[in-house]
């Protein structure tokens, strides 16, 4: 019998993509939404859903990934329920390519679905302050340090050291808008200017509104398969080139550097895996739940020096035309942003990596495709990271 080590790993593709209804979804529960995700993503592909037999899920009921299979109707012999928060996707994903590639599973349907923002209008749920107040959060909740006011201590602290400005932070939200307006998915599409991100009603100490995330209902689903089903696959495959994982803290008081995120590990860790450095990179798409979040996740994935995010993002580099176009379909930002956003991310990649951008289509010179594109998801308040590479085939 081979040793593990001697053992051929199969390539895995991306071979199905597709979102369900998103934005504004009254009318629909979260497990229609992800059968509806579904279903698309197996159309996408063109295989029939027999070949499925490991799946991803998590957010979704007591037993995440058993309640949902079940509602789709699938029976697999490999799941996947991890929850590190937005990084979740990407970390679930690196688990189902190496899942794949080490014969553990042919096909791998990951899908996501939430109505927050219509749970929220029909009073079905409300706001909370925190996530919990056991464990360690037990020495931050009785002081009211909201989710929301974590990421805007590490934004200031970033400002102080780097001399961040908080209109540098701003371009990121005005550039998402412009990358949305081309996107009919998106929620919000009308154009935004720094004035308007600095206007609007303060949040969380430097972040305004518009630095923030849109709150929307929606789902997606993405199916990896090995290199063996690419050939029936209705479209190209999109390659998973490399992967990296990793977490850093839950108390704030054990965060290093509230400058570095952990996407300085796994983008490093991605980037060493597939080969390929950041300039090799055409499209990235990053976890963007508040501004900060972007900035600080360039800089920590090597597209600019650490301290330099500012000036990086504040000359249109992350328009879809730009030097590095960043969350081309709007990001969370303004395209949608149902709760664990990561999915979607990998979607959109696979999309521009194919061509299917529509009007949003990035080009390199000559008009040709992207054909490397990363994407990079952070989890909790910058307490996990997944960074997935992936190729045009």
């Given amino acids: 019998m081979p040793s593990p080590s001697t053992t051929p790993r199969r390539k895995v593709a991306v071979v199905g993509v597709a979102l369900s209804d998103t934005g504004r979804v009254d009318d629909a529960t979260p497990y229609a939404l992800h059968a509806q995700a579904a279903r698309r993503a197996l159309a996408d592909s063109g295989l029939d859903r027999s070949v499925v037999d490991g799946f991803g899920s998590a957010g979704l009921g007591t037993l995440a990934p058993v309640e949902v299979a ?9 799941v996947d329920s991890t929850a590190v928060g937005g990084a979740t996707w990407e970390v679930m994903a690196a688990h189902a390519a190496d899942a794949i ?24 749920r409300t706001s909370n302050l925190s996530f919990g107040a056991r464990g360690p959060l037990q020495f931050e909740v009785p002081y009211g340090h909201t989710l929301i006011s974590k990421y805007a201590m590490a934004a200031r602290r970033h400002m102080h050291q780097f001399g961040t400005t908080v209109e540098q932070l701003a371009e990121v939200a005005v550039q998402a808008r412009a990358n949305a307006a081309t996107n ?13 991100v600095l206007s609007g009603p303060m949040i969380a100490d430097p972040f305004t509104k518009l630095h923030c995330c849109i709150r929307s209902d929606g789902g997606c689903a993405v199916l990896l398969a090995a290199e063996e089903y690419v050939p029936d696959a209705a479209k ?18 054990e965060w290093e550097d509230f400058t570095v995120s952990p996407a300085a590990a796994s983008g490093r860790l991605a980037f060493e895996r597939a ?4 300039a090799d990179v055409d499209v990235a798409e990053i976890y963007d739940a508040f501004t900060y979040m972007t900035l600080v996740t360039l800089e920590d994935l090597g597209f600019c020096a650490k301290g330099e995010g500012g000036a990086f993002v504040s000359k249109g580099r992350l328009l879809r035309d730009g030097e ?4 081309t379909d709007g990001g969370g930002l303004s395209a949608c942003h149902p709760g664990m956003r990561g999915l979607f991310l990998l979607v959109e990649a696979v999309r521009q990596l194919r061509g299917e951008g529509g009007a949003g289509q990035v080009r390199k010179p000559g008009g040709r495709l992207p054909e490397v594109g990363v994407v990079s998801g952070t989890g909790g308040w910058f307490c996990s990271s997944g960074t997935i590479v992936l190729g045009r085939g």
């Fill in 324 to 327: 590095l176009p960043v969350n």
């Fill in 236 to 253: 190209s495959p999109v390659w998973v080139l490399g992967s990296g994982m990793s977490v850093s803290h839950t108390t704030m008081s």
């Fill in 70 to 78: 079940e509602y789709l109707g699938l029976r697999p012999t490999w």
């Fill in 184 to 196: 009919p998915d998106a929620m919000f599409r009308d154009p935004i200017t720094v004035d308007d």
């Fill in 101 to 124: 590639a080490a014969g553990h599973a042919n096909a791998v349907l990951l899908v996501y679905g939430s109505t927050a923002r219509a749970d929220i209008k029909a009073g079905r």
């Fill in 275 to 278: 080969g390929v450095r950041p």
